[in-house]
């Protein structure tokens, strides 16, 4: 089998997307506790915490919420 520089291309972009996936991961879950941690300590509202992350309100129900959703 010939050596192409576009299975090595599309091997090392398949690799950085399941990095990607992994990060995203990391990252929802780190800002999920951190919303709740907020919620929890009191002082914020769904309305007030959705604007100073930067989502929606109806997101900050599901993160402090989920079985509600």
């Keep these: 089998m010939p050596s192409d520089v576009r299975v090595a291309a599309a091997r090392e972009h398949h690799r ?10 990391r990252h929802l879950g780190e800002r999920n506790r951190l919303i709740r941690q907020l ?3 009191g002082g914020w509202s769904y309305s007030r ?3 100073a992350v930067g989502c929606t309100p109806d997101l900050v ?6 079985q509600e959703r």
């Design 39 to 41: 919620y929890a300590e």
């Design 61 to 66: 129900a599901k993160i402090i919420n989920p």
């Design 49 to 51: 915490l959705a604007t």
């Design 16 to 25: 950085a997307a399941a990095t990607a996936r992994e990060d995203e991961r």
